[in-house]
């Protein structure tokens, strides 16, 4: 009889490859639901259940909302969906993007701590940034079973790298032998779990009194001198020892390390931005100078080529910092 018998595992960059090869290994009769979440594009069609499938005896779809929870199949978030858990059915549905992600692994990680507690196996594979650190923490304080994979094997070590610093002993594996790892796992028996409130959903909460609180002129609380980067709306720090994160009133939910990556985008946009208002200034200059020149007005000219050379210099600052900021995002 299976003790674990809900496994969820959350994977980013590299995913696809490195599950293929887990559920390869996994037997046909495992007594466990598998869901599964990959970080991906919202405007593709995704083939991920038939490539599952195809890799081993346990039969993946994409989960639809409403639908039971049976053991021994492999339930995979659709594209642009998040994926979650309540006791018996999977929930499919929009809801606002978590670090930057939708379908994110946080969801579905923090749905199966409140839905299943110490039943759950927590699965956290190939990936960049750390979407997958804040579920797993649910997972392990409901007593849960918490498994990593090997930051030196995976493809992008970032996920498991950044899960590792705020985890208290999670299992680490390579995935050579993670299969077999979590079999065991699913037959042992869980250990007496904790009842405890996930901070997000805390700060949620507070959000929504402090929109009511507003309303009637007497908000009271703090909220983060940040701003989200995905909406420009007001940032909640959420006060948790083991991982800071934030949340807005649209409901984005991201971990510092997403905060920063968004504010990187944002300023590399704004760059960009800058740079074409600058090659268009000089362009247009240019051609105001030829102009000037051609009806024999040399001062105009000589100001418009005055112009031309200023942007033309700034967009070379502007270049150059561009190329500072992709340096300084690639070292993380």
Known sequence: MAGHDIVVIGASAGGVQTLRELVS????????????????????????????????????????????????????????????????????????????????????????????GNRVIGVLLSGLLSDGSAGLL?????????????????LFPDMPANALAVLDQPSIHPLSVMAPALVSMV?????????????????????????ASQEHGDRKGKISVLTCPDCGGVLWQVDDQDLLEFRCHTGHVLTANAVADGQNQLLEKALEVTLRALREREVLAGQFATEAGAQGDPDRAEAYHRRAALARRHSSIIKELLKEQSDLASAG
């Open 25 to 116: 290994n996994l037997p046909g009769d495992l007594p466990a639901a598998v869901f599964v979440v990959v970080h991906f594009p919202t405007d593709r069609e995704s083939v991920l259940p038939t490539i599952l499938t195809q890799a081993g005896p346990l039969p993946a779809h994409h989960a639809t909302s409403g639908e039971p929870i049976e053991r021994g199949r492999i339930y995979v978030a659709p594209p642009n969906r998040h994926l979650t858990l309540l006791k018996g059915r999977v929930i499919v549905d929009w809801g606002p993007r978590v670090n930057h992600c939708r379908p994110a692994i946080d969801p579905l990680f923090r749905s199966a701590a409140l839905a299943y």
């Open 138 to 154: 649910a997972i392990q304080r409901v007593g849960g079973l918490t498994v990593i994979q090997d930051p030196v094997g995976a």
């Open 187 to 211: 037959y042992s028996v869980p250990d007496g779990g904790l009842s405890v409130s996930d901070p997000i959903e805390v700060a949620s909460r507070l959000a929504e009194d402090d929109i």
